[in-house]
Structure formats: structure tokens, C-alpha cells
């Protein structure tokens, strides 16, 4: 059974920098699709970044520059690097999986092109607040 464990976030002043990271266990598949979305509160769960088993990555247009998705293979974890975090960064944040590998590099319209339903396998969320 894959189960994904966000750990990695706080509260921060804008400015500053939040690594998150997501353990995946049970998941071993080669073709796959790991990402990041975020939810704040009133509003609708958004992409935030997402890469794939051919190392393609796709990000929002509003934390390109400032985050980073990386996968750690080995141990099986994924992590989010965030610089110079904004208050409109504040959300929760979730790990996504699926065993599907959506060529991300070739999606016409970036992560926008990638929905909810698109990644089986969820994790609980971490709350990211960033302070003015």
C-alpha cells in the first residue's frame, strides 16, 4: 500500500525559505508522477509543482524561480525547496503520487494541464504560513 509523509513545515517571515520534504513508501513503480500542490483556505487545491521518471518538471507560474522539486530515488522522498516565500504562498501543502509517468516536459500548458484526479495516491498536508 503506497503511503506518502509530508514533513518540513512551519511558519516563516516573507523572505525566508521552507524545504518540505514527502516519504513515499510502497512505491516502487519506474514510470510515475510525483508533485506538490497546495490548498489555502476558501480556495481551490492548485499545482505547484510536479516531475516525472524521466526527470521532466513542470511548475506554477507563481513560484517558478523561487521553488524547486527534486526526488531523492534512493530513499524514495520527495522534496520542495522554497525561497523568498510570500504570504500568498501560505496553504497546506500535499504530496501527490501516481504510477503513471505524464510526459511533463510535453504538457502544453504546464502543470495547469495536470489535475486532481490525475494522482491516486495522497498525502495528509503541511501547513506553510508565511508572516509579512
Known amino acids: 500500500q503506497v503511503q506518502l509523509v509530508e514533513s518540513g513545515g512551519g511558519s516563516v517571515q516573507a523572505g525566508g525559505s521552507l524545504k518540505l520534504s514527502c516519504a513515499a513508501s510502497g512505491y516502487t513503480y519506474n514510470n510515475y508522477c510525483m508533485g506538490w500542490f497546495r490548498q489555502a483556505p476558501g480556495k481551490e487545491r492548485e499545482g505547484v509543482a510536479a516531475i516525472d521518471s524521466d526527470g521532466g518538471t513542470v511548475y506554477a507560474d507563481s513560484v517558478k524561480g523561487r521553488f524547486t522539486i527534486s526526488l531523492d530515488n534512493a530513499k524514495n522522498t520527495l522534496f520542495l525547496q522554497m525561497n523568498t516565500l510570500k504570504p500568498e504562498d501560505t496553504a497546506m501543502y500535499y504530496c501527490?503520487?501516481?504510477?503513471?509517468?505524464?510526459?511533463?516536459?510535453?504538457?502544453?500548458?504546464?502543470?495547469?494541464?495536470?489535475?486532481?484526479?490525475?494522482?491516486?495516491?495522497w498525502g495528509q498536508g503541511t501547513q506553510v504560513t508565511v508572516s509579512s
Open positions: 501527490a503520487a501516481e504510477n503513471r509517468n505524464y510526459g511533463l516536459e510535453y504538457l502544453p500548458g504546464g502543470i495547469g494541464d495536470l489535475e486532481l484526479a490525475d494522482f491516486g495516491y
